[in-house]
């Protein structure tokens, strides 16, 4: 039996920009730690749609805890690719006040920009694996969310335009445990340009 209604293809993980390599406070070999584990999430999940693909229908009742494990680690597998590419792609920036469309709205609905990194901040302190910054297009704002993993706790029409990764990977070779002063060089590095040409693309609207 194909479990999938179409043929899946596989991917292959992108490449790093090259002022990954040169982040200010965040060394080449933290960038290396979180690639390779991007890596591995991308061939787990190649690995995962094929396995999919070739679920045996002999036992029923088999097949239904396959897919059930398969399914939910490919959630956990596709959450790294994309919380990795989100981070990837907007760090190796100045930093600073943000400007453009993503200052206006952040702002709105923040109250100012310091407001909104410290809730940013506060988020990625109290989560074990992630806090993101997303669009929800159903309350037409940005709100700070909380992650434990890759695949926690996503909301429904909600969409990731800013990407904080907190888990021990992210900062303990530079900061040891001070996870505050990661975070605190994790904004001195976004790009703020990148983010306002996702929300440009998004059609995301004032
Ligand atoms: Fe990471």
Redesign the pocket.
Known sequence: MATLAFKFEEITPRELKPELYELDGISRATIEA?YK?YEGYVNKRNEILQKLDDVDTANANQVYSDIRALKVDLTFAIGGIKN?EI?FEHLGGGGGDPDGIIGDLIERDFGSFQAWRSDLKATGMAGRGWGWTAYDWDERRLFNYIGDAQNTFPVWNATPIVAL?V?E??YFLDFGTDRAAYIEAFFNNLDYDVVNDWVNQYGIKK
């Open positions: 979180h584990l990795h981070y990764d888990y990977h992210a």
